[in-house]
């Protein structure tokens, strides 16, 4: 076979749809505004895959690539916290074998385009494209590097989609989500064009979009959500309109490269945002947080943001951003609103990583305090609860990262909210911010032809099926996973950082 020059089928296509929900995707393709995933859905069910916490990007799909829980694979969050308190997150944040290594390792042709933490992308027997986080500018983002020159010619291609400012209008910032879908597949084609002479064992592909779109355009496709019928109905066919090229897009890249087995599946679910809740603020009413600062200054900073608000409408913002040095004072401010009020080392607990769930690091002896005070908390004129659950690392699960983590919960928001980590003017309930309508849900989905996931309910479950029907053992030991060796190390310069740390608190995460 390896003798003639004729291309051989993919085994496996692995589609990411990061963030896909059951009803939504059912709800367009019965519409008929996804043709291809109604023809899917006809073959095999759309079902449930559930997500592990704190139900975030990088630790779902950790989880996916190595079928271990965040205690072993050494991934949380956007924040390397094993690292460094302020390291973003790389390919080299995963500490345990990720699927792509197992097959290399092994002889397997794998093309991974677009996933995330896959920057820097590492060697494969065959070729890596990095997705989120990963820089924008002047960085390599393939492997082999010198795939990179075929990226930076297609129009449209990051590694990852940017968000538009929420002044910009609705539609055009669909349609910039769109001509990144569109521009992933051809990264994908080119990439099967280049070094897929021999076929592919695992070609995964990685729509990134879906999840930046979803978080600002989730009150566009829900018909049950208050804020849809407000929106006029030409936007509400824009935003349908990105599930037609999403749609158009998957049925592409099955008609080129002729898997004998796809899966798709998403990292989480989505649900809607309506509010934020700060629960610094919680924290600071109940003695629980230091400030850094006397009270009086610290009102002053809510002032001050008032007033950068207020500067807003002169667009500050949207040309800070667009700036050739985009975020850094952004980030500045955003220090400001959290990082230099709170006294780290005096303070016994304090929030530090929002999103669907956030992150609090709590000194020991004020774990149930820091709980109670939590769960206790109400909406200030609602009177209904605003954290759902509070939980321990060590108490969710066993793996060598149990320990450093032992200080670190996950807090979880009644349905609705999301947590912000930074100090806002208005207290600890405020509107989500501007741009932002949805948020992650813990169930995602699955969608596959492979009967070796014929029992997978769990992104765990995903790695340990796609090596069985590759003939490739799951490592019994989770011990030798856990020692891989990590070859890559994350060359984001300040100014990459910055740029990067802005897209991920524009969707609400850090
Ligand atoms: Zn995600």
Redo the contacts with the bound molecule.
């Keep these: 076979m390896g003798m003639c020059n004729q291309r051989v089928n993919t085994k496996i296509l692995l589609i990411g749809l990061?963030?896909a929900d059951q009803n939504v995707l059912g709800r367009f393709a019965e519409q008929g505004d996804m043709p291809f995933l109604r023809e899917s859905f006809a073959q095999a069910p759309l079902r449930a895959l559930e997500s592990i916490p704190p139900?975030?990007?990088?630790a779902?799909?950790a989880s996916i690539y190595t079928g271990l829980t965040p205690a072993e694979h050494g991934v949380l969050d956007f924040l390397d916290l094993i690292a460094g308190e302020n390291q973003l997150v790389s390919s080299a944040s995963l500490r345990a074998e990720p699927i792509w290594r197992r097959l290399s390792s092994h002889g397997r042709r794998v093309a991974m385009i677009g996933f995330?933490l896959t920057y820097p992308a590492v060697p494969v027997n065959g070729v890596m494209v990095s997705g989120l986080p990963a820089p924008h500018q002047k960085a390599i983002w393939s492997w082999p590097a010198e795939f990179d020159a075929h990226l930076k010619a297609i129009p449209h291609f990051l590694p990852d989609p940017e968000m538009t400012s929420p002044r910009v209008k609705p539609v055009r910032s669909m349609l910039g989500l769109q001509h990144h879908v569109r521009a992933v597949v051809e990264a994908a084609l080119a990439a099967h064009e280049h070094y897929g002479e021999s076929g592919w064992d695992l070609f995964g592909v990685q729509f990134?979009a879906l999840?930046t779109f979803q978080h600002m355009f989730w009150a566009w496709i829900d018909p049950t959500d208050h804020r849809f019928h407000t929106y006029p109905e030409h936007e509400r066919q824009g935003a349908a309109g990105f599930f037609r090229v999403l749609d158009e897009a998957l049925r592409r890249l099955v008609q080129k490269l002729q898997p004998n087995h796809i899966v798709i599946l998403?990292?989480?679910g989505f649900g809607p945002a309506y509010q934020a809740v700060c629960p610094n603020h919680l924290l600071l009413e109940r003695g629980l947080l230091t400030p850094s600062v006397s009270l009086a200054q610290l009102h002053r900073s809510f002032h001050i943001q008032r007033l950068l608000k207020r500067l807003d409408v002169l667009n500050l913002r949207a040309r800070v951003k667009f700036s050739a040095r985009p975020g850094t004072t952004i980030m500045g401010l955003n220090r400001l609103m959290r990082d230099s009020l709170i006294d780290r080392e005096k303070t016994p607990a304090y929030v530090f990583s929002g999103g669907y769930c956030g992150l609090v690091k709590v000194r020991p002896g004020f774990e149930r305090a820091v709980q109670d005070a939590l769960l206790q908390a109400r909406h200030p004129t609602l009177g209904n609860r605003l954290i759902k659950s509070v939980h321990f690392l060590d108490t969710l699960w066993n793996g060598q990262w149990s320990d450093a983590w032992r200080q670190l919960a996950i807090i979880q928001a009644e349905a609705g909210f999301l947590i912000d980590s930074h100090f806002r003017e208005y207290g600890a309930v405020a509107p989500v911010s501007a741009g932002l309508t949805g948020t992650?849900r813990p169930t995602?989905i699955l969608w596959t032809t492979l009967n070796t996931l014929d029992a997978a309910t769990s992104v765990l479950d995903i790695a340990p099926g796609v090596l069985r029907a590759l003939n490739l053992p799951f490592p019994e030991e989770r011990g030798d996973t856990a020692q891989a060796k990590v070859e890559s190390t994350a060359t984001f310069s300040t100014e990459d950082q910055s740029a990067i740390e802005e897209r991920l608190r524009q969707l609400g995460y850090l």
Aim: proline letters at 12%.
């Design positions: 990061d963030g139900y975030a990007t990088p779902a799909w995330p990134q999840d998403s990292d989480h992650h995602g």
